[in-house]
């Protein structure tokens, strides 16, 4: 077991309607990442976060946003949901820094209604 | 762009048989690459990384960058290596992995 917790499993919103996710990571573990997995494709990169600083952004708007916080736990934010945000989100936290292995949690399936 | 491509969604095999799965990359500068494995029913984790150079689970994969590939093989397929594999690249300032869309081998007995 990773040691890698997201919260809730399953979250149905409505368009508009704003959501946080949430995830917990072992101790040590200073860098983490979020990703979004659409059906049938791999994970794409949302952010990553280092010692509580952003520490890279893929393609996403500013309604995705993010916080890691001092106990190796982290947020994903998501502003004006659309129909196309329904997706399996993902995060991932490595020990002692970016170029370490990540580990993954097991996802929170988000739908947008 | 950088950019992972795994031709083919599903691949089918007999037990025993050899196994390739392919993955090509498009990277400007050094990059690192990574197979993570989804089994049925379980997260997202990490296969082998290329700068390891270990056999892990009897799958190889080896760095071609002329050709750009990080094909993964492994010469005798059993029951238990079913599941989605993905390719994925790591950018040299560690702070990005792009994925490619997954391969899902399926190992008939």
């Known amino acids: 077991e990773t040691g890698v917790t997201q919260s809730p499993t399953h979250l149905i919103k409505t368009r508009g309607q704003q959501v946080t996710l949430r995830c917990s990571s072992q101790?040590?573990?200073?860098?983490v990442s979020w990703y979004q997995q659409a059906l049938g494709q791999g994970p794409q990169f949302i952010f990553q976060y280092y010692r509580e600083e952003e520490n890279g952004r893929g393609n996403f708007p500013p309604r995705f946003s993010g916080l890691q916080f001092p106990n190796y736990s982290s947020e994903l934010n998501v502003n004006a949901l659309e129909l196309d945000d329904s997706a399996l989100y993902l995060c991932?936290?490595?020990?002692?820094?970016?170029?370490?292995?990540?580990?993954f949690g097991a996802g929170t399936r988000l739908s947008v209604l | 762009a950088q950019r992972v491509t795994q031709p083919e969604k599903l691949l089918s095999v007999f037990k025993g048989a050899p196994v390739e799965l392919k993955c090509n990359y498009s990277y400007s500068g050094s990059p690192e690459l990574f197979w993570y494995v989804q089994y049925s029913r379980q997260r997202l984790q990490l296969l082998l990384r290329?700068?390891s150079r270990e056999s892990i689970k009897g799958f190889t994969a080896d760095l071609n960058k002329g050709e750009t590939s990080f094909h993964l093989k492994k010469p005798f397929a059993q029951e238990e290596d079913s599941a989605m594999y993905y390719c994925?690249?790591?950018?040299?300032?560690?702070?990005?992995?792009?994925f490619g869309s997954g391969t899902r081998l399926s190992i008939r007995p």
């Open positions: 994925a690249l790591m950018k040299g300032s560690a702070s990005k992995i792009i």
């Open positions: 290329h700068i």
């Open positions: 101790s040590g573990h200073n860098t």
């Open positions: 991932a936290s490595s020990p002692g820094g970016p170029q370490n292995i990540q580990y």
